[in-house]
């Protein structure tokens, strides 16, 4: 489990991550196409992911909550936007009110996953997000990842304050 | 108090776009490169560049405005300088959803190698 490369983009606010798995593709598809696999890795320890619909089809939809330490539980969704199994996925994912329906007003980025065989066997395995705006990414950090305050924000309000 | 957290969240997201903003044209990047080892005047920088010295001090304003150089002046001179804290700063909301996915990517290896149950071959 090596990641080989991660290509960050500031100006096109985008990042792509990319790994290699010691498995095949059609194994490496099952950890996003399994909702129960799925739900092992997408939250951290600490706020683990349920996956209440999944539907990978073209159009389809995915809706998840993730439970916190004192109980919160803030929720998400995915619509796919392509689909090609086993080798590409791409989807918007968003916030979700607590009745799973997308919250007015907040934002929402775009993933792609490409997966390929590697000669000699395994998969190179690219994750790339991309975000409409700064804003948009300073508030998904802070709305929907529990691994830690965004530093960068931290950093930002240090400039502000010097 | 909810009003202040708002005022601060918009004021990080102002300097946000002005950095975002800044670094999006080349030139503006070279000069940033380029002031890192240490002060350069702005007519030297001009002399590097196809344009006009009106054109590169007016780069050079706008990386002022977003924090990410600092000017001073020494005789006739306008020396720039870039801060490097807000260079980083810029690359910190990137490397917070890397930080997200290497955390990700280090839990595929858990649930590869112990399939859960009813899981698809």
């Known amino acids: 489990m090596t990641v080989t490369a991660v290509d960050k983009d500031a100006e096109q606010l985008t990042i792509s991550i990319t790994t290699e798995l010691d498995a095949p593709v059609t194994r490496a598809w099952v950890l996003w196409s399994d909702p129960r696999q799925l739900e092992r890795w997408w939250g951290p320890p600490t706020y683990p992911a349920t996956f209440v619909d999944h539907d990978l089809s073209l159009g389809g939809r995915c809706s998840y909550f993730m439970t916190g330490p004192d109980g919160d539980q803030p929720r998400g969704w995915w619509r796919i936007v392509a689909v090609d199994p086993p080798h590409r996925l791409e989807f918007e994912n968003g916030f979700a009110d607590e009745d799973g329906t997308p919250t007015t007003g907040a934002p929402v980025m775009r993933m792609r996953l490409d997966l390929h065989e590697r000669t000699g066997g395994g998969t190179t395995m690219t994750i790339a997000s991309r975000f409409a705006s700064v804003g948009d990414m300073e508030q998904i950090l802070e709305m929907g990842f529990a691994e830690g305050i965004t530093e960068a924000v931290n950093q930002i309000e240090a400039i502000l304050a010097g | ?121």
């Open chain 2, 1 to 121: 108090m909810v009003v202040d957290l708002t005022q601060e969240q918009g004021a990080d997201e102002d300097r946000a776009d002005l950095v975002f903003n800044a670094l999006s044209h080349r030139t503006r990047r070279d000069i940033l490169r380029r002031s890192m080892d240490g002060e350069l005047s702005v007519s030297s920088l001009a002399r590097s560049y196809a344009m006009s010295f009106a054109a590169v001090q007016k780069h050079v304003a706008v990386l002022d405005r977003a924090g990410l150089v600092t000017k001073s002046r020494h005789g006739r001179e306008q020396l720039v300088r870039t801060d490097m804290a807000t260079v980083h700063a810029a690359q910190g909301l990137l490397d917070e959803f890397e930080t997200v996915w290497r955390a990700r990517i280090d839990r595929f290896t858990n649930v590869l190698t112990t399939p859960s149950e009813g899981a698809t071959p």
